[in-house]
């Protein structure tokens, strides 16, 4: 999948310490805004007048207030943990970089092409703001958590449902491949059909009119829409042919993936719980998938009859669901979320959460409240229009007479957007963060001394100085017109920020001189400019000369260039210079490309474009 990979390891220090330093500076703008919400909600509350005291006087047919259904409550207060455990596994150090092409990718490398292409999309968005995508994924995720815990009911609490559905369905779709329901090998025990599936159930649920818990159907459907999922499960895993029911002695897909998760970092006493599971898997593959099936289509089926009128039954068939998903979590999902790359604890914990919210919602329905007594005689006051209620001493009052939940949901928002609104931003550039590139290369060094002339000459067969550029900034590098590496991800680097230059390029002249001391001909020149797509731009130079020539450019600018043993290939210095208008270098920049992936070289062009604008700038 071509754009999903920075081409930077995971831990890359440069890249971790900005990541480290965007959660610490964003984390400072969540503190910030929650003090100054917490000061304006007591202010106001202090210093607005109190209600008028006298004989109360009922105002409407006023309803006596309920408990928050126990189902509700579950969900509500548990995905909300879930979603700031969440977040805060995204801002594992390793998740900026890492994310991309060691999750994103290899949850679609099996899937149909056209579910890949939508998953590259999402992971070359990430590889180009790796920094901004790494930060929004934790703010989101924490504001959504937090959003969930602070709104037990009314219209703030169901938002945060739809928040959570909303959200859910873009990591379902982009990062978990549609949590591989697509692929082969789908099986219920490794996470099927993907852990953010029953956080979107969940969202929907909270989301929905609380009407709906007051009586046990609500719970009788969830029950049987699980037990029918489970039962297609057991069917699935019982199909042949798809390595789950190997013999004696023999490997196979659970071994395998059991032993992959047992090599995951983590505290050995889970490792070696993991390690002995595999090794009975691979001793009795048979009787193990046996069981898996036998449980499945058991605990399916009771799920399915739950409405039959027998509690006990019930009980001990919720009992069995959860401790077969907590044994699977344990077992085969190895928690989910260890090795520093783990996005959630995977699906047992959710699935389980929504079976006993089922429970809950089926044995314990809240009725609707009894109406309050005839309200007194006499006329309320009316209304205020929807103008009146948008003036700011009226919206004033509203937020210092708004519930401590309230209050912290208008933080959660607040917390999202902190997290959305810089990766937005982001979006709105094509072009990757530099940070890429000084991750390879480290930061341009700022330089103020006469740029070394030469003389030499060009593509087409011209004299050309660097005199003759005076006036303009001049990006200056060396590249072999035979190279089939570097060199041509160089030039496209270039190309590159002739184009983010825009307009500003008229005042840019790119340079490069040959560093070959073998093939160095105008010829072979010209046919590196044909080959890279550089013959149309009016800006663009390739220079060559005579061999003393060459060395003593070379030598002053600090270039080694040697023919390597055999003669196969020129090692050279891989480097770029901005000289200003008045012949002074400004800038040297280390333009090894590294792994020349699609975000690095438009992060190498953005460095370069920058630092071109600088010089400009101070021309």
């Given at each position: 999948m071509p754009g999903m990979n920075s081409g930077l390891n995971s831990d890359n220090p440069t890249v971790v310490a900005a990541f480290r330093s965007a959660l610490l500076h964003q984390?400072?703008?969540?503190?910030?805004?929650?003090g100054v919400l917490a000061v304006a909600w007591l202010a106001i509350r202090e210093w607005s007048p109190g209600p008028r005291r006298g004989p109360a006087r009922n105002r409407g047919p006023a309803r006596l207030a309920t408990a928050e259904p126990a189902g509700r409550q579950l969900l509500r207060t548990g995905f909300g943990i879930l979603w700031i455990v969440d977040g805060l596994l995204q801002?594992?150090?390793?998740?900026?970089?890492?994310?991309p092409s060691q999750v994103i990718k290899p949850a679609a490398a099996s899937s149909p092409g056209w579910v890949q292409h939508i998953v590259n999309w999402a992971g070359t968005s990430w590889s180009y703001h790796p920094i901004q995508a790494g930060a929004a994924a934790v703010w989101i995720q924490v504001g959504i958590g937090v959003w969930l815990i602070a709104a037990p009911r009314g219209p703030w609490s169901r938002l945060a449902?739809?928040?959570?559905?909303?959200?859910?369905?873009?990591?379902?779709?982009?990062g978990e491949a549609f949590g591989g329901i697509f692929a082969p090998g789908l099986t219920w025990l490794f996470g099927a059909p993907g852990a953010v599936v029953f956080y979107c159930a969940a969202g929907a649920l909270i989301a929905g009119p609380e009407r709906g818990w007051r009586t046990a159907q609500l719970g009788r459907t969830i029950l049987s829409v699980l037990g029918l999922f489970f039962i297609g499960m057991a069917v699935l895993q019982a199909w042949p042919g798809r390595g789950f029911w190997q013999g004696h002695g023999s490997g196979g897909t659970l071994t395998g993936m059991v032993r992959s998760m047992a090599a995951t970092p983590q505290p050995s006493l889970l490792a070696g719980?993991?390690?002995?599971?595999?090794?009975?898997t691979a001793a009795h593959g048979f009787a193990v998938n046996l069981f898996a099936v036998v449980a499945l289509a058991v605990t399916g089926t009771g799920l399915l009859t739950a409405g039959g009128g027998r509690p006990g039954l019930?009980?001990?068939?919720?009992?069995v669901t959860v401790g077969l998903c907590l044994a699977d979590w344990v077992l085969i999902e190895d928690f989910g979320f260890f090795g520093g790359l783990g996005t959630d604890p995977n699906s047992m914990i959710p699935m389980a959460l929504v079976v006993v919210a089922g429970y809950l919602a089926l044995t314990r329905p809240v009725p609707a409240a009894v109406p309050a007594a005839v309200p007194a005689a006499g006329a309320d006051p009316p209304e205020p229009r929807r103008r009146d209620q948008l003036r700011p001493v009226r919206l004033a009052r509203a937020f210092g007479a708004a519930s401590t939940g309230a209050v912290l949901a208008i933080w959660a928002v607040a917390i999202i957007a902190v997290g959305a609104a810089p990766m937005a931003m982001a979006?709105?550039?094509?072009n990757a963060d530099p940070i890429l590139a000084q991750a390879i290369d480290g930061n341009a060094a700022p330089l103020d001394f006469t740029a070394p002339a030469f003389a030499l000459t060009d593509q087409y067969g011209r004299r050309a100085s660097l005199a003759a550029l005076r006036g303009k900034v001049v990006l200056l590098t060396f590249l072999d017109p035979v190279c089939t590496s570097d060199c041509p991800v160089i030039a496209q680097e270039f190309r590159q920020a002739d184009q983010m230059l825009g307009r500003a390029s008229r005042g840019v002249e790119l340079v490069a001189i040959v560093a070959n001391p073998l093939y160095r001909s105008v010829g072979y020149v010209q046919a590196f400019d044909r080959q890279e797509r550089l013959t149309a731009l009016a800006n663009w130079h390739f220079l060559t000369g005579s061999l003393p020539q060459l060395q003593q450019v070379w030598k002053n600018y600090g270039v080694q260039a040697q023919i390597l043993p055999a003669g196969g290939m020129i090692a050279h210095s891989?480097?770029?210079?901005?000289?200003?208008g008045g012949g002074h270098t400004r800038t040297e920049l280390d333009f090894d490309p590294g792994p020349g992936t699609a975000s690095t070289e438009s992060s190498f062009a953005a460095e370069l474009t920058s630092a071109a604008q600088r010089t400009l700038k101070q021309s």
């Open positions: 984390g400072i703008i969540v503190l910030v805004i929650f801002a594992q150090p390793a998740m900026a970089a890492g994310l449902g739809l928040a959570s559905v909303g959200w859910g369905l873009v990591v379902w779709v982009f719980w993991v390690s002995s599971f595999a090794s009975f019930l009980r001990l068939t919720i009992g979006q709105t550039s094509r891989d480097v770029a210079f901005v000289i200003d």
